[in-house]
C-alpha cells in the first residue's frame, strides 16, 4: 500500500510555484540564529553560504571569524585560529575603518596568545587595539579590552611593566568612561592578582576601592562581589584578620543572593573557611567549609577541584577532632573520584599521606609512588618535611623511592 500511495502522490499535477533558493541574507540569519545556540560548526557552514553569494559580506565574514574562533579556543587548534584571523583580514579589506574590527581582531589575537601559549600574539594584538583607537580614540570598551590582554600577559611572564601597562589602560577607559564598571571590576582583579604575588596591602586596598566603585555602578553583578570577597580572603588569610575574614563573608553572602545557582561562589566561600580554620585551628570552620563545598558539588558533581578541596577540608577537620580512621573510607572515595576524573597528581600524593596516616603502609608507598612517577611537583625539602608520611620514612620502599626519583638526596637516619 505504501508503494501505491507513494505513485499516486507523484501523478499529482506538479505545482508551477518555484522553491524560493535561499539568499545570502537568509543564510546569515540561519548562521547567526546557531551561532546563538552554539552550534557553532553550523554556523559556519552557514556563513560560507552566505560569503559564497555575497563575496561582499562584511557582517557574514566577520560572524564567521566569531564562531572560528570559538571553535578554536574549544579544540585548542592553531589552524581554526588562523582561520579566524583570515576572515578579520578580510573583513578589513572591506571595511578599513571599523574601530569594532579591529577591536575584535585584537581580541582574537589575544585568545590566540592565551590559549596556545603563544606570547608574540599579545603584540599583534596591542597593534590591532591601537588601530581601533584610531577610528574611536576615546572608546572605553577599546582600553578596557587592551587592558584585558595585557593583564593575561602579565599574568603569563610575571613581568612588572606589563602590569603596569594593563593598570594604565584600565585607568584610560575610567577617565573617558567614569561610570564603566567593567574597567573598576577587571582592573580591580588585576590589583587583586598582583597584591597577592606581592603580598602587597596597599595594592590590595586599592584593588577594594576599584571593586567597591564596580559595585556602586553595577549592584546587581554577583561577580563583582565574588571577586572581592575572594580578594578580601587572601588579605585576611597573609594578616590572620578575622574582621577581613568577615567582610569577605559578606560578600559571598550578596554574590549568592544574586546568583544563588553558581557554584564558583560557594566554592569560593568555602576556600576562605578552610583557610581561616587552618588558622584557628577551629572544628566549626571547617564545618561551615564543608557546606559551601557540599552545595558546590551538589550543583557542579564532577568539578574535580571543588571535590578536592571538599576532601582536604573534611581530612583537616577529621585530624582535629581525632576522627581520621572513621572518615577516612569518605576521604579515600573523594580523592580517588578526583583521580578518576582529572587525574590530578596532587590528590595521588594526598592519598598516600592518608594511606600513612591510617597506617595502610603498603598501599601508602604504591600511592606515593605512582604520584612521583606521575611527576607530582614536589621538592624533596617537601618530601621531607611531609610529616603525614611519618609511619613509612623508615621502611625500606621509601628509601628506594628517594633514591630513584631524588638521587642527590639520602633519607635521614
Not at 86 to 110: H, I, S
Not at 136 to 156: R, V
Not at 171 to 198: C, E, G, Q, T, V
Request: aromatic residues 12%; proline residues 3%; glycine residues 2%.
Amino acid at each position: 500500500m505504501l508503494k501505491e500511495t507513494q505513485n499516486e502522490r507523484i501523478t499529482q499535477p506538479v505545482s508551477n510555484k518555484r522553491k524560493h533558493k535561499p539568499t545570502a541574507q537568509d543564510w546569515f540569519m540561519r548562521g547567526y540564529q546557531a551561532q546563538r545556540l552554539n552550534r557553532l560548526e553550523e554556523a559556519c557552514v552557514c556563513y560560507r553560504e552566505a560569503t559564497d553569494l555575497d563575496k561582499h559580506y562584511a557582517a557574514a565574514y566577520n560572524n564567521w571569524a566569531e564562531s572560528l574562533l570559538e571553535l578554536a579556543k574549544i579544540k585548542r587548534s592553531e589552524e581554526l585560529f588562523q582561520r579566524a584571523l583570515k576572515k578579520y583580514m578580510k573583513v578589513a579589506r572591506m571595511d578599513a575603518r571599523n574601530p569594532m574590527l579591529y577591536n575584535n581582531w585584537a581580541n582574537a589575537l589575544a585568545d590566540y596568545g592565551k590559549t596556545m601559549g603563544r606570547l608574540e600574539m599579545f603584540q599583534e594584538a596591542s597593534q590591532k587595539y591601537m588601530q581601533a583607537l584610531r577610528y574611536a580614540p576615546h572608546d572605553a570598551a577599546i582600553y578596557n579590552n587592551w587592558g584585558i590582554t595585557l593583564s593575561d600577559l602579565a599574568l603569563m611572564t610575571g613581568q612588572a611593566s606589563v602590569f603596569h601597562d594593563a593598570i594604565e589602560k584600565y585607568a584610560i577607559a575610567a577617565k573617558f568612561h567614569p561610570d564603566y564598571a567593567p574597567a573598576y571590576y577587571k582592573w580591580a582583579n588585576l590589583l587583586s592578582r598582583l597584591a597577592m604575588m606581592k603580598q602587597d596591602e596597599q595594592l590590595f586596598q586599592e584593588s577594594f576601592e576599584k571593586y567597591a566603585k564596580a559595585a556602586e555602578l553595577q549592584p546587581d553583578n554577583a561577580l563583582v562581589y565574588n571577586d572581592w570577597g575572594v580578594a578580601l580572603s587572601d588579605l585576611a588569610t597573609l594578616k590572620n584578620d578575622d574582621a577581613l575574614f568577615d567582610e569577605s563573608y559578606a560578600r559571598f553572602t550578596k554574590a549568592v543572593e544574586l546568583q544563588p545557582e553558581y557554584p564558583a561562589f560557594y566554592y569560593n566561600w568555602g576556600n576562605a573557611l578552610s583557610s581561616q580554620g587552618d588558622l584557628k585551628g577551629e572544628a566549626s570552620l571547617f564545618e561551615e567549609a564543608l557546606k559551601k563545598y557540599g552545595k558546590a558539588v551538589e550543583l557542579q558533581p564532577d568539578n574535580s577541584i571543588v571535590i578536592y578541596n571538599q576532601a582536604l577540608a573534611l581530612s583537616d577537620l577529621a585530624k582535629l577532632n581525632g576522627t581520621l580512621e572513621q572518615d577516612c573510607e569518605r576521604i579515600e572515595t573523594s580523592l580517588k573520584k578526583v583521580i578518576s576524573l582529572s587525574g590530578d597528581t596532587s590528590a595521588i600524593y594526598n592519598l598516600a599521606c592518608l594511606y600513612a596516616l591510617t597506617h595502610r603502609k603498603e598501599e601508602a608507598l604504591d600511592t606515593l609512588k605512582q604520584a612521583l612517577e606521575s611527576h607530582h611537583n614536589i621538592t624533596w625539602e617537601e618530601l621531607e618535611a611531609e610529616t603525614d608520611l611519618e609511619s613509612i620514612r623508615q621502611e625500606p620502599a621509601f628509601a628506594t623511592l628517594v633514591e630513584t626519583y631524588f638521587p642527590e638526596r639520602k633519607v635521614n637516619a
